[in-house]
């Protein structure tokens, strides 16, 4: 489809979904929605100026909501739903796909949670607080307020534990389509809507935006809210992990014979400059100035928190090749060891010193979890430059 729309205004995707809704009268296919000039679609207009610039550009697409939502990329209410294995809030960007849904369990709401909600925002509307005023309005019961039921399905669908969500982003297209009073139930059903890839700046992991598609239904099935909720979700760590565990498994491959694919570092150097920067990294050497001028630095810290894996050949500061030019250990097997030890000592101090920070000559001033991103890439950079990776 996607490749036919190039050489038509109008296509109608007619499947065993659709064809009962076929206009019949015989036609070979149902009434296309109106096209327009231009290439328009559902009833929009493309003429003057606007029907030249976008001539062949758009094009009307029919079909049933399973099918637009695979054509389009972008979940169509009453489409098919991808039951997701696990809770979706447990997936990376990556492999959330439009379609993928869950259905929660179910909530009762009672007088004590509407008037508790009461108190707390402050929101005093009759209809929540004065059931003897509800003559004449829409509502027949104390009713619960609209926010409160989107908190109510935030905390039905929500996963609590940290994972790749990172954020609520906001809130999309919110309807509240009947009331709801104390002592009704309500469960949810939360679909992945849409993916927005996006470019993340600053001290932030990638992420991309994930649109979810909440319906809230009552006791009955029937749906009594709607709302397309924004989260932004973390991209997959591209990077192999790094602990003591597996940096001493990466290791046991290398020999004093293991050749490197770059440079002119061989398996001891390499050995005793990682050792040399977990001491940096535990603050028992500091006495340098950065590398990285002033008013570069913000940037090149913050890029520490990007996929980019180190480039290959890069030159290290100067006072790094001098004090690491000359090897400090016997052999390569006491360098592993002298490493493994440098480890324990950086994971030592930070423990003992959760709030502090040390200089790295290049990236600044770091805490932890940023030791821990540049350790991530380091290791990784060299461990692949001998084959390890």
């Known amino acids: 489809v996607v490749n036919a729309a190039s050489h038509h205004g109008r296509i109608l995707v007619l499947n065993r979904e659709n064809a009962k809704e076929s206009t019949g009268h015989g036609s070979p296919l149902p009434t296309l929605v109106h096209g327009g000039p231009g290439r328009a679609g559902g009833g929009e207009e493309m003429g003057g100026m606007r029907g030249v610039k976008h001539y062949l550009q758009r094009t009307a697409i029919q079909g049933s909501p399973t099918t637009l939502t695979e054509i389009t990329g972008i979940y169509q209410p009453g489409g098919a739903y991808i039951e997701a294995e696990q809770h979706p809030f447990k997936y990376h960007w990556e492999d959330i796909q439009p379609g993928m849904s869950l259905k929660t369990h179910k909530r009762t709401i009672t007088d004590s949670d509407i008037i508790n909600f009461t108190n707390l925002t402050w929101d005093n509307f009759y209809a929540h607080t004065d059931i003897t005023s509800l003559d004449g309005s829409i ?5 619960a307020h609209g926010y409160f039921i989107l908190a109510a399905a935030a905390g039905l669908f929500v996963y609590p534990n940290k994972g790749p969500v990172s954020a609520n982003y906001g809130l999309e297209d919110c309807r509240f389509i009947r009331p709801i009073y104390h002592n009704d139930t309500i469960s949810v059903r939360l679909t992945c809507k849409q993916k927005i890839d996006r470019d993340s700046q600053g001290p932030q992991l990638p992420n991309g935006i994930v649109k979810w598609y909440a319906e809230v239904f009552d006791a009955e099935d029937e749906i009594v809210a709607i709302a397309t909720v924004l989260t932004m979700v973390q991209k997959k760590n591209p990077f192999a992990e790094i602990n003591k565990k597996t940096i001493e498994t990466y290791l046991s491959k290398l020999s ?5 694919v770059w440079g002119k570092m061989s398996p001891q150097h390499m050995v005793e400059h990682l050792e ?7 603050g028992e050497i500091q006495g340098f100035e950065f ?4 008013n570069k630095l913000e940037k090149v810290h913050d890029s520490l928190y990007n996929h980019i894996a180190m480039p290959r050949n890069f030159e290290a500061p100067q006072f790094l090749e001098k004090d690491i030019k000359k090897l400090q250990h016997e052999n390569l097997t006491e360098a592993k060891q002298k490493l493994l030890e440098s480890y324990d000592d950086f994971e030592a101090h930070f423990q003992e010193n959760s709030e502090t920070t040390t200089k790295n000559v290049v990236f600044g001033m770091l805490n932890k979890f940023e030791w821990n991103l540049f350790h991530t890439k380091h290791i990784n950079h060299h461990f692949k430059q001998f084959g390890l990776l």
Do not use: V
């Not at 509502?139 to 009713?143: G, H, L, M, S």
């Not at 040399?276 to 535990?282: N, V």
């Open 139 to 143: 509502f027949e019961k104390r009713t």
């Open 256 to 260: 004093e014979n293991t050749k490197s």
């Open 291 to 294: 590398s990285t001028p002033e």
């Open 276 to 282: 040399y920067t977990f001491k940096i990294a535990s």
